[in-house]
Structures are given as C-alpha cells and as structure tokens.
C-alpha cells in the first residue's frame, strides 16, 4: 500500500516515484517529513527524495531501483553549506559521514526547514540536538525554527511561494497616502455628495407617478408647472452630480497618481540602500516588474477601483436607508440574497488571493527570461541559442497562461453567480410589491421609486462583487513592493555617523571574520595598510581576494571583528562619505547608455568638460576618443557596446581618476586584455595610485612588481606578506604561486612555437 506522504511530496514526480519504487514501511511507521532535491553526487540534474520517519532516514535517487535507509541515532548531526551556488547536505554520525546531497540553492530555504523539522523530530524523541556542527549564530525563525539570514526580517523558508497576501497589506499604503489627506478627505466628501445626487431622480419618481401619471391616467389635467418643477429637479440633481462626480474623480486620480509616483521613488531609494547581499538571491527581472508593474497596478486601483469601491458602499448605505424609510418590510426583503452573496465573495475571495499571487511569479519568470536574454543578445547568437531561448519564453508564457486559466475559471462562474441572485432578488421584490399594490399597502409610485433604487442597490452590489478580484490584484502587488520596503539591509548606515575628516588612507582589519551563510570566506584576518602604500593581494581562486575587497569597501559588513579607515570603523561613517573616498576599477567595468563625457563623470556629475578631458588624458584615454564620431559626445551602447575591452577599461580608470579618491581598489583591472593594450592600461594605472592607498588584486604575478607589499591569501586567511623578493627567497606559498604561472607561461610559449 502506498504510504500517506508529507504534503511537500505530494507531486507527481513523489508520486511516480512511489509507484516505481515502492516504499515499505515498519509496522507503525509513518513518514513525518519529505524533502526533494534536483542534483545527484556528479552535479547533475536528477531528482532525489528524502523522506524521515520516527526511526529511519529514507533516501532514493531518480534513477535507482532501491532506498537507502538509516535508522536514526542519537549522535546524529546535520551539516548545510555551499560553494560556487551548489547546496550540500550531509549526514554525520559518531564514526563519520553517513550520507550527502547536493542541490541547487533555489532550494535552501526547504533544506534549512527540513534540518529545522528534523532538529524539532529528536528533540521530541527526547535526543540531544546536534543540527550543524557550526552552530549558527544569527536570529531564528519563531515559526519554523530555521536560520534566518542577515538582515532579513521574514525566514524565506516561511514565506513561500504558497503565502497568499492578505487584503489588509493594502492598509500599510497609508504610510504614502498620509501625505495628501486633506485632498482625500475632500476627495470622500465629494464622493458623499455626489452619490446623494444621484440618489436623488428615483425618489421624484414617486410624486411624478402618484400624483402626475396615475392622475391623467383617471381623467385629471395634468399641471405643467408641477411637472416642471420635478423635471427641473431631476435635471438640476443630473447636473450636479455630473459636476460632484467630475471633481471627486479629477481630485483622487491626482491624488493616486503622486501616492503611486512616490511608492516608485521609495522603493526604489530603498532599493539601492539594500546590500549586495540582496541582489545576489534576485532576479533582475523580478525586481524591475514589481517596480514597474506592481506599483502601476496599486496606482490603477486607488485611482479608479478604490474609487468606485467607496462609491459602492456610500450607494448601497444610503440606498438601504431611503428604502427602509419608504417601506421597511419591501427594504427586507429585498436584501434577502444579501447574505448568500457576501459568502459567495468571501470564498471567492481566498481563491483570488492564492491565484493572483502565483499570477504575479510567473509573469516574473516571463519577465525574467527577457532580463537575461536582451542583455546576454551577444553570447545567444554567438552559441546559436535563438530556438532555446524562444522556447524558455514560450515555457514561461505557457505557465502564465495557464494560472491564468485556472483563476478566470473561478472568476467567471462568480461574475454570473453575483448576477444570478440579483436578478432573483429583483424578482421578489416585483412579486411581493405587486402583492403588496393589490392589498393598497403601498401605491404603484412608491414601487416604481423602489423598483428604480432597487436597480441600482444591485448595479453596486454586482459593481462591489466586482471590486474583489481589483483589490486581491493590488494586495498582490503591495505584498510583493513591501517585500522589498520591509527589508532591513545587512549593511545598514549608521544611526549617529561619525563625521568624516580629511582621509589619510590608514586601513586596518582586526581580527575580521566573514561568512557566506554558512560557509567561512574570512577568517581571524588581521591587516595593516598605511597611506599611500600600495600592497598586491594574490591567492588562488576562492581564498578570499575579492571578498576582503568587498569588505573594505563595506558592500557586506565583517561577521566579527572591525575594519577602521584611519582609526575609525567604517560602519560609524557615513556609507556616501566613505565611498565616495574610494575608487574602483573592476576587471569587468561596467558602462552606462549614454556619452563618453557623462561616463567618465559618473562619480561626479558637476564637473567640467576641461575636467573630464584631463582624468581622460591621465588614464591615455583621450586620443582614442577622439577618433570617434562625436568624440566626448559620441553615445556609449548599453554596457559600453562599440568600445574595445581596453577602450572601456581607460575610461573606467578616467571615472576614478575623476573623482580623485584616497583609497584605490583595482580588482584583476588588467586581466581581460591583450598584452599591448595591457601595457597603455598599465601605464594609466601608474598615473592613477600615484599618492593613493591602493589595494590591487591580479592573477599575472608580474603586474604586482611595483606593489610595497604583497598579501598571500588561502582560504580566508593571510599565509605571507612581504615584498616580491622577499617572498621569492622564503619558497612558501606565494614562491609556488609564482613558478606554478612560469611553467604555465613557458607552456603557452613552447605551444605557440610548435
């Protein structure tokens, strides 16, 4: 008999597996959690199914015929890292490792849930926890009792996917709308008094009937000056709600729009204070839609839906109001399918809520496939990948469309359903007022005024059903913009920031140590650089260059320890004042759609085109410019497109030189050239650490020889400092660094000559 799965393995692939590869169970055994990973031990995509039970750990591969299993112990222990974005889980016990998974880290979230239930699991069993032999150290989920990540204020293991949002998230959108109150208030007012207008044609129908109509009709002259005068009203109540309803209209979309404007702007100030940290879980396409289309979206609802939502209520109050005063038993039962319909827009409601969200991921895929393709166009076409990427969009689009297809059909038996029993209602009214016109209880004027309110009473009724698919759009959207505004960055400014004087250039890092999750990149790192001094920071790939680069320029603030710019730790300082002290040269340099001019001024946006033309002349950039069309006004494609790698990589050092800093980080800044056009890159570099600190990562050794110091890194730590010489005669880790490129160099060289 197929086993009861835990409800993360409730898919079709558990399923199949199941009916394949049939788990047997000890009597009284059941299965208490289930995992799924994609990669198996090669690096390969193929599912693998985990499963715990109360005395064993189930575990099967996509392409094995049998489950391994594990009988639970009390020493067992759980160990999750990561290296280059593959996950690894493995199984510790007493005597060694038992088992190990790897996975893609999309998938972390569910692994830290499960190392989380499994921990909760022994506990319970009345077992010591021994969950991660590195115990972690930052905040706990309350809820799931997973590691939540720094600076993160929901665990992402809670806040899946499947968390629809909640209406009320609408509600934090006054923190924006608290600005323009006073025009919202006049907004409701006119919204009050323009309802009332209109309210006003259907109760002058009664007098127009009983005592204008139904008089004729019984051989009475009719009086021009009394129709007159209701015609007269009706048409002054039309003009006045035309002028009521005008104003409310203009004032609120004016209103709307500058509550949607300023959402963009914060969002995406708040944005750009985040940490790289953020960035590196995100899509870029996923951010730009919430940014564009989320808050577009809130804007179209508190401008029009918002609106007529209000106007609904205001309707459907005063109308029940003037009916109750006309006849209280017609009133009732005319509100008789009330009921039935507010039920019916409850639990359409929580469908909408769940729909709407997964609307908004899978527009993000859609979104995303075109924020990876447009960009990367060059290495599509250069591997012929036109037909795969199509087909990812076409994948992504069919997802779309199918969500889609699965919230129109709710939405579509609602619509009609809504209709339906206002329709029915309408009917009873008509039966019970003709019943009641037959017994003289009521006169045929005050059934036609209540048949003419009652039309509207149900117009927003159906108007209001109507608003519940607008307003799931817009908390939707709000939830996911507010993910992004509820976020804390891990490189947060100082609350009282020290005041930056004049920067000598002194760096030192005591005892710093910095982790990536839980993977320890630094570790116990001390270093001194003085002013001016310019050290070379060599290693192998992953010991730590580049992130001990990140930290002196605070893109990730240190686990432990300090990093102090002149004595001062730099998390008391301003982030702007400190940043603007350092110049960056990246081996990659990044260029904006624009003119070389407003390039090379990037970091400083008021200076003069002598300025510019002098920062371009130190970095031997300005007789290449120019030879283009416009020179300092030619246009720079997106991402520097029509300009060489060097011809990029000199008016990234002009933007540095431009911005004069004290402190200079150049990260492998000659690395992606050829030899010739490393020589003039090089040459520019000499005119740019002149008097600067300046701190250099290169992998060709022979580019540090003007360096005062060298660094040796491994693993997070320094293992050697010291000039090149110096190293060279002690034979340690950087002398084999150097020989192990001179044999490389000569190999190349012998290959060449063959």
Not at 250 to 263: K, Q
Request: one cysteine or more; charged letters at 20%; proline letters at 5%.
């Amino acid at each position: 008999m197929t086993p009861t799965l835990p409800s993360v393995l409730r898919s079709g692939i558990a399923q199949a597996w199941l009916s394949r590869v049939p788990l047997e169970l000890l009597p009284d055994e059941s299965p208490l959690f289930g995992l799924e990973l994609d990669l198996d031990g090669e690096l390969v995509f193929a599912r693998t199914v985990l499963i715990l039970t109360e005395r064993r750990l189930l575990a099967c591969h996509e392409h094995e015929k049998k489950w391994q299993q594990w009988v639970i112990e009390p020493e067992w222990s759980w160990r999750v890292s990561d290296h280059a974005g593959v996950g690894r889980l493995e199984l510790f016990n007493g005597q060694g490792r038992l088992g190990s998974w790897r996975y893609t880290l999309g998938q972390q979230p569910a692994v830290q849930r499960w190392v989380a239930q499994a921990r909760q699991s022994l506990d319970r069993q009345g077992e010591q926890d021994t969950t991660s032999q590195a115990p972690f150290s930052g905040p706990i989920c309350p809820q799931c009792q997973a590691p939540m990540p720094e600076g993160a204020m929901v665990c992402p293991a809670c806040q899946s996917e499947d968390t629809p949002p909640s209406t009320w998230t609408l509600l934090k959108l006054w923190r924006f709308a608290r600005h323009y109150k006073w025009q919202l208030f006049s907004g409701f007012a006119l919204t009050l008094a323009s309802t009332a207008a209109t309210l006003v044609p259907p109760y002058m129908t009664m007098p127009l009937m009983d005592e204008v109509l139904i008089p004729y009709q019984n051989g009475k002259e009719i009086d021009p000056n009394l129709v007159a005068m209701y015609l007269g009203g009706l048409l002054l109540a039309a003009m006045l709600a035309w002028v009521l309803g005008w104003a409310k209209t203009y004032i609120l979309a004016l209103v709307s729009e500058r509550i949607g404007a300023d959402l963009r702007t914060t969002t995406y100030e708040h944005l750009l204070k985040l940490s790289l940290e953020y960035f590196g879980g995100r899509r870029t396409g996923d951010l730009i839609a919430r940014i564009g289309s989320e808050t577009d979206r809130i804007n179209v609802f508190m401008s029009l839906h918002l609106l007529d939502f209000a106007t609904d209520i205001l309707m459907i109050v005063m109308t029940a109001v003037i009916l109750f005063t006309i006849h209280p038993t017609l009133a009732l039962v005319t509100l008789l399918p009330l009921p039935f319909i507010g039920w019916l827009i409850h639990v359409v409601r929580e469908r909408l809520r769940t729909g709407f969200e997964k609307i908004d991921r899978v527009w993000a895929e859609v979104t995303n496939v075109l924020a990876d393709t447009i960009p990367g166009i060059r290495v599509v076409k250069a591997f012929a990948q036109e037909g795969r990427e199509a087909q990812r969009f076409k994948d992504a689009n069919r997802h779309n469309l199918q969500v889609n297809d699965r919230l129109n059909k709710v939405w579509s038996l609602f619509a009609p359903t809504v209709a339906l029993m206002t329709e029915i209602g309408l009917l009873v009214v008509w039966g019970f007022g003709i019943w009641l016109v037959s017994h003289d209880r009521i006169t045929v004027g005050v059934l036609t005024a209540f048949l003419a309110y009652i039309g509207r009473f149900y117009a927003r009724l159906d108007s209001m059903s109507r608003i519940v698919s607008h307003t799931q759009k817009a908390a939707s959207g709000a939830k996911r913009i507010f993910d992004i505004l509820d976020h804390v960055s891990s490189v947060p400014e100082p609350v009282d920031p020290v005041p930056l004087p004049a920067v000598q250039g002194h760096i030192a890092l005591r005892q710093a140590h910095f982790r990536y999750g839980n993977r320890a990149v630094i570790r116990n790192l001390d270093l001194t650089i003085e002013p001016g001094q310019m050290i070379g920071l060599v290693g192998h790939s992953g010991s730590g260059k580049s992130t001990l680069v990140n930290l002196i320029c605070r893109f990730y603030d240190v686990s432990q320890g300090q990093v102090l710019l002149d004595g001062v730790d730099i998390r008391r300082l301003k982030l702007s004042d400190y940043r603007s002290q350092i110049g960056l040269v990246l081996q990659e340099p990044f260029l904006f759609f624009g003119t070389i001019a407003e390039n090379i001024a990037y970091g400083r946006p008021d200076a003069t085109r002598e300025q510019i033309i002098a920062a371009a002349r130190a970095a031997h950039a300005h007789d290449f410019i120019l030879r283009m069309p416009q020179g300092y006004d030619s246009l720079v494609g997106e991402r520097g497109q029509g300009l060489s790698g060097g011809e990029r990589q000199r008016i990234s050092i002009a933007r540095a030189l431009l911005i004069n800093p004290r402190i200079l980080i150049l990260d492998e800044a000659t690395s992606a050239v050829d030899t010739e056009t490393e020589k003039e890159i090089q040459n520019a570099l000499d005119n740019l650490v002149r008097g600067r600190t300046t701190i250099a990562i290169a992998h060709r050794l022979s580019t540090l020889r003007k360096a005062d110091r060298l660094v040796v890194m491994d693993k997070g730590e320094v293992v050697e400092e010291g000039t090149h010489e110096a190293l060279m005669q002690a034979e340690g880790a950087y002398w084999r660094l150097y020989q192990a490129q001179q044999r490389k160099a000569e190999d190349g060289l012998f290959e060449e000559q063959s």
